[in-house]
């Protein structure tokens, strides 16, 4: 079992940047890869980015690419999510998302933990 605690939500006009963590808990977090994931109301959940178990290989869903920065820290077991040039279209709950597959996914299906989300308002 993983445990996975998102911080870091907040309301923010457009332009401006957030900075979300994940803490993890339980078992090792460097032995699985993770992932954000964020959903609109109304809207499926969606992919954001992907980071590997060791932080030598991200990928991230076109419409975050260029603004948003996924990182690790497999020593404080926590991993984070920088936003930078917020738009109104980002306003979602945000997910962090463990999982043991070894390559890039971006399917929700795909993870095996989640945690229980953080609200991002992005006001215009």
């Known amino acids: 079992q993983v445990q996975l605690v998102e911080a870091g939500g907040g309301l923010v006009q457009a332009g401006g940047s957030l900075r979300l963590s994940c803490a993890a808990s339980?078992?090792?977090?460097?032995?699985?890869?993770m992932g954000w994931f964020r959903q609109a109301p109304g809207k499926e959940r969606a992919f954001v980015a992907w980071?590997?178990?060791?932080?030598?290989?991200?990928y991230y869903a076109d419409s975050v690419k260029g603004r948003f920065t996924i990182s690790r820290d497999n020593a404080k077991n926590t991993l984070y999510l920088q936003m930078n040039s917020l738009k109104p279209e980002d306003t979602a709950v945000y997910y962090c998302?463990?999982?043991?597959?070894?390559?890039?996914?971006?399917?929700?299906?795909?993870?095996?933990?989640w945690g229980q989300g953080t609200q991002v308002t992005v006001s215009s």
């Open positions: 980071i590997s178990r060791t932080t030598s290989t991200t």
């Open positions: 339980g078992r090792t977090f460097s032995s699985y890869a």
């Open positions: 998302a463990a999982t043991s597959y070894y390559s890039a996914n971006t399917s929700p299906e795909r993870y095996d933990y």
